[in-house]
C-alpha cells in the first residue's frame, strides 16, 4: 500500500506530531502542501490531508491545495486537524473539508482530531491552552486510527482509481 500524507503544521509543530505517527504506521511520506506535485497523486492507494485550526479554519496553504487539485476517481482519503479547541457546530471545518474532497471524487473513509497546545490570539495572553497536547495517549489514539485505515484500504483494494476528465465525471484516464 503506498500513502501520502499532506500536512501543515505552523504554530507548535501540533499537527506534524500526528502526522509523523500516523505516518510511520502507514509507511507514508510527510510533505506540505507547496511541495505537492499534483500529477503524482494517482500514484497513491491512500492519501491523508491534515492541518492545524487556525481562527477556526482549516490552514490556507491546505485549502488552496484542494481547491487547485485536479478532479480524481476514487482515490481514498482520510483528514486530520488538531485544534486547542472543540469544533463549533456551525463551522465545521471537518466537514467542510470532506465535502471540497468527495467534490474531487477522493473516497474520505475517516477522519482523526486532538487537542493542540494553542497559543493564538487570546490564549497567547493566558500560557496557552493544552500544553503538552497532543499527548502519547493522543499519538496512540492516531496510530490506533492508521492502523483501522491500513485495514481497510488493504483489505478492500476497491475500484481504479486516477484522474477523471474533467468534462465527463467518472472518465478513467488511466489504463
Do not use: W
Amino acid at each position: 500500500m503506498k500513502s501520502l500524507i499532506i500536512c501543515t503544521s505552523k504554530s507548535h509543530g501540533n499537527t506534524r506530531l500526528v502526522a509523523d505517527r500516523m505516518a510511520a504506521v502507514l509507511d507514508a511520506e510527510v510533505v506540505a502542501p507547496e511541495s505537492v506535485d499534483p500529477a503524482t497523486l494517482r500514484q497513491y492507494d491512500l492519501i491523508g490531508f491534515g492541518s492545524g485550526i487556525y481562527y477556526m479554519s482549516v490552514d490556507a496553504r491546505l485549502q488552496n491545495l484542494i481547491r487547485h487539485l485536479p478532479a480524481v476517481d476514487h482515490i481514498r482519503a482520510f483528514t486530520f486537524f488538531t485544534s486547542g479547541a472543540r469544533e463549533v457546530p456551525l463551522l465545521r471545518y471537518n466537514k467542510l473539508v470532506r465535502k471540497r474532497l468527495e467534490a474531487k471524487g477522493f473516497e474520505v473513509i475517516g477522519s482523526f482530531s486532538c487537542r493542540g497546545f494553542d497559543t493564538v490570539g487570546p490564549f497567547g495572553f493566558i500560557g496557552g491552552i493544552n500544553r503538552g497536547r497532543p499527548d502519547d495517549h493522543d499519538l496512540e489514539r492516531a496510530a490506533a486510527f492508521a492502523r483501522r485505515l491500513r485495514k481497510r484500504v488493504e483489505d478492500n483494494p476497491g475500484p481504479s482509481k486516477g484522474f477523471r476528465d474533467s468534462g465527463r465525471a467518472g472518465t478513467s484516464l488511466n489504463a
